[in-house]
C-alpha cells in the first residue's frame, strides 16, 4: 500500500499511522516527526526549519520536499508506505508525484481525516508524546497508566511547543489557506477517501481497514 494520510492539526494521523504501519509492515514518513529530529539534532535544515515549526507555520516547500525525496531514494519502500503530514502544499504534491513516477511507485490512495476545530483544539491542548519512543497520548482521551510516564517505555511525556493555544489557531488557519485545496487535487485524481477524524481511535482503525478491503489494497 502506498498511502497519504491527509487532514488538519491533530486529526489523529499519527496516531492511526503508527498503528496501520505496524499492522501492515509499512514504512512510515512522518514530515512533523522527520523535522523535529532535525531541529534536536541541529542540522541546518533544523536550524532553518525551527522559526516556521515554533509558530506553526509551514517550513518552505524546497526543504521539505527535499528531506521526502531524498528518504524515499535511501529507504527500501517496495513492501509499501504511509506518508504523514507530506505533502501539505500543491507545490509538495506535484513533487512528490514526479518523484514517485520516477520510482515507478504511484499513490494507491490518499485518506482524509475530516474533523472540526473543536475536536483539534481539544486533542492538541491534551496531547503528550514519548520523548523516549515517540508514542502519542491525550491527557484525557488517551491517558497514560501514570502521570507523565510512557506506558510503553517507561519514557517521560511532553507536550509539544506548537500544541500552545495561539500557535494551534495559527497551525489552523494555515492548513485552511494552504493544504485544505489538496482535498480537491486528490479527488480529482480518485485517489481521496473521507473518513471521519472524530471517530473512537479504535472504530476508526477498524474503519480505515475495511476502506483498505473495500478498495482492493489488502
Ligand atoms: P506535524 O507534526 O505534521 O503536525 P500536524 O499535521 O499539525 O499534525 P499533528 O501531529 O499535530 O496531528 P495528527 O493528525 O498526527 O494527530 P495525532 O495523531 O498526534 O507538523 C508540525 C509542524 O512541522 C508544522 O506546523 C510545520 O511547521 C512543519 N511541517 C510538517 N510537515 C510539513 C510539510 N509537509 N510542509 C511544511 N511544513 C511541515 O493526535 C492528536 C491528539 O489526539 C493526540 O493526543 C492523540 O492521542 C489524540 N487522538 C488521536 N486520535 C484520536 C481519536 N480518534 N479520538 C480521541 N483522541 C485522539
Same mark, same amino acid.
Given at each position: ?14 496516531? +492511526? ?5 505496524? =499492522? ?14 532535525? $531541529? ?15 509558530? %506553526? ?17 535511501? $529507504? ?8 504523514? %503530514? ?7 504534491? =506535484? ?21 472540526? =476545530? ?40 511532553? +507536550? ?17 489557506? +494552504? ?40
Amino acid at each position: 500500500m502506498k498511502l497519504v494520510l491527509l487532514g488538519p492539526p491533530g486529526a489523529g494521523k499519527g496516531t +492511526q499511522a503508527a498503528e496501520l504501519c505496524k =499492522e501492515y509492515n509499512l514504512l512510515h514518513m512522518s514530515t512533523g516527526d522527520l523535522l523535529r529530529e532535525a $531541529v534536536k539534532n541541529n542540522t541546518a535544515q533544523g536550524i532553518k526549519a525551527k522559526s516556521y515549526m515554533d509558530k %506553526g507555520d509551514l517550513v518552505p516547500d524546497e526543504i521539505v520536499a527535499a528531506m521526502i525525496t531524498d528518504k524515499l531514494k535511501a $529507504v527500501d519502500i517496495s513492501a509499501g508506505f504511509m506518508l504523514d %503530514g507530506f505533502p501539505r502544499t500543491k507545490r509538495q504534491a =506535484e513533487i512528490l508525484d514526479a518523484a514517485l513516477i520516477a520510482l515507478n511507485m504511484p499513490l494507491d490512495m490518499v485518506v482524509y481525516f475530516a474533523t472540526t =476545530e473543536e475536536t483539534i483544539l481539544s486533542r492538541l491542548t491534551g496531547r503528550r508524546i514519548c520523548r523516549s519512543c515517540g508514542r502519542i497520548f491525550h491527557v484525557t482521551n488517551i491517558p497514560s497508566k501514570k502521570e507523565g510516564i510512557c506506558d510503553g517505555c517507561g519514557g517521560e511525556l511532553y +507536550q509539544r511547543n506548537d500544541d500552545k493555544a495561539e500557535t494551534i489557531k495559527n497551525r489552523i488557519n494555515v492548513y485552511n489557506s +494552504q493544504t485544505k485545496e489538496l482535498i480537491d487535487y486528490y479527488k480529482q485524481k480518485n485517489l481521496l477517501r473521507k473518513v471521519s477524524g472524530d471517530m473512537d481511535v479504535n472504530e476508526l482503525f477498524i474503519v480505515l481497514k475495511d476502506t483498505f478491503k473495500k478498495s482492493g489494497l489488502l
